[in-house]
C-alpha cells in the first residue's frame, strides 16, 4: 500500500483568553488516502474546525506533526509554504464570507490563477470558462457579482475556485451544511465527481454523520478535541466503538436500517 497523502500525529492546540484555557485539539492524529474522502464528524465544538484550519495552516498548534506527501507540512516557511498552498485549498461553509461580494465571479477565479502563475492574463478567461463548466455553471457567469448569485452557485464558485490550482487535497469545512437539502445533494455529486475525475482527496469537516457517511472513505470521530475513532466508513457506520460515535449513528437511525 502507498503511503497516505497526508498523516498528522499528536496534534493539541489549547486556545487561551479571559482567563479560560481550551484544550481544543488534544493529541489528534489522523491519516488521509491519496484521492479519498476523510469524514471528520463530531459535535458542535469537538474541534473540527480547530483541526481543519491547523492543517490548512491558518493557526498554528501547540504540539504535533503532519506530513503531506513527505512535506512537513507544519514547519514550512516562505516559499515552501506558498508552493505547498497551491496544492492545499480549502472551502468553507459561508462562501459570501469568503469572496468580495462586489468582485465578479470571474475576477474571484483569475485571483488564484494569478497569485499561483497559473496561465498568463490572455489564457485566464478560457480557464475561468472551463472552471465554471467543470462545477456545472454557465461560463457567463464569469461576469455576474458574487452577491447576485445563489448560494448554491456561490458554494461552486468556492469549489471552483479550489480546484483552479489542481489541488490535490481540499479541506472542506462544513461546506454544504448552510444548503437546503436538494442544493446539498447536487454539490455532493459535484465532489465526488470531481474525485473521481481529478483524484483530489478531501478532508471532509461537518457536525452531520449522514451527509459525511455519504461521500467519506474514512470516518474519523471527534469529541472534546480527540479523535475516539478513525476507520472505515462502513465500519463507523455499522458498528461505532466510542460513545460519541454511537450517539452520532443514533441521530441518523435510517442509516442503521439502509
Ligand atoms: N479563536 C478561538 N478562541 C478561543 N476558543 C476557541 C476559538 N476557536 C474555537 N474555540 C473553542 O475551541 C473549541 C473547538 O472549537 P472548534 O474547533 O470550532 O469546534 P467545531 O468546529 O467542532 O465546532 C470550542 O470549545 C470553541 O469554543
Ligand atoms: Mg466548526
Known amino acids: 500500500m502507498s503511503a497516505p497523502l497526508l498523516s498528522a500525529t499528536g496534534i493539541s492546540k489549547t486556545y487561551a483568553g479571559g482567563g479560560r484555557r481550551i484544550a481544543a485539539l488534544d493529541n489528534a492524529s489522523i491519516t488521509v488516502g491519496r484521492g479519498e474522502t476523510l469524514g471528520l464528524v463530531g459535535p458542535s465544538g469537538s474541534g473540527k474546525s480547530t483541526l481543519a484550519r491547523v492543517l490548512?495552516?491558518?493557526?498554528?498548534?501547540?504540539?504535533?506533526?503532519?506530513d503531506f506527501d513527505g512535506v512537513d507540512l507544519l514547519s514550512l516557511r516562505g516559499e515552501g509554504l506558498?508552493?505547498?498552498?497551491?496544492?492545499?485549498?480549502?472551502?468553507?461553509?459561508?462562501?459570501?464570507?469568503?469572496?468580495?461580494?462586489?468582485?465578479?465571479?470571474?475576477?474571484?477565479?483569475?485571483?488564484?490563477?494569478?497569485?499561483?502563475?497559473?496561465?498568463n492574463g490572455a489564457e485566464q478567461p478560457a480557464a475561468v470558462a472551463r472552471l465554471l463548466e467543470r462545477v456545472g455553471l454557465d461560463p457567463t457567469f464569469a461576469s455576474r457579482a458574487i452577491h447576485e448569485i445563489s448560494g448554491g452557485q456561490r458554494q461552486r464558485v468556492a469549489i471552483a475556485r479550489a480546484i483552479s490550482t489542481r489541488p490535490e487535497l481540499i479541506v472542506l469545512d462544513e461546506a454544504?451544511?448552510?444548503?437546503?437539502?436538494?442544493?446539498?445533494?447536487?454539490?455532493?455529486?459535484?465532489?465526488?465527481?470531481?474525485?473521481?475525475?481529478?483524484?483530489?482527496?478531501?478532508?471532509?469537516?461537518?457536525?452531520?454523520?449522514?451527509?459525511?457517511?455519504?461521500?467519506?472513505?474514512?470516518?474519523?470521530?471527534?469529541?472534546?478535541?480527540?479523535i475516539v475513532e478513525h476507520g472505515p466508513a462502513r465500519d463507523i457506520v455499522a458498528n461505532p466503538q466510542s460513545a460519541t460515535g454511537r450517539a452520532l449513528v443514533a441521530a441518523v437511525p435510517r442509516l442503521l436500517h439502509a
Do not use: W
Not at 490548512?56 to 503532519?66: K, N, Q, S, T, V
Not at 461553509?93 to 465578479?104: E, G, I, V, W
Not at 446539498?184 to 457536525?207: C, M, N, P, T
Open 176 to 226: 454544504v451544511s448552510a444548503l437546503d437539502v436538494s442544493v446539498r445533494a447536487k454539490i455532493l455529486d459535484l465532489l465526488v465527481g470531481l474525485q473521481r475525475e481529478q483524484g483530489i482527496a478531501y478532508v471532509f469537516v461537518s457536525h452531520d454523520l449522514a451527509v459525511v457517511r455519504a461521500i467519506s472513505h474514512s470516518i474519523a470521530v471527534m469529541d472534546a478535541g480527540r
Open 82 to 119: 506558498r508552493a505547498t498552498r497551491r496544492r492545499i485549498q480549502m472551502v468553507f461553509q459561508d462562501p459570501l464570507a469568503a469572496f468580495n461580494p462586489r468582485a465578479t465571479v470571474g475576477s474571484a477565479l483569475t485571483d488564484p490563477l494569478r497569485i499561483h502563475r497559473i496561465g
Open 56 to 66: 490548512l495552516r491558518l493557526i498554528e498548534p501547540d504540539a504535533g506533526r503532519a
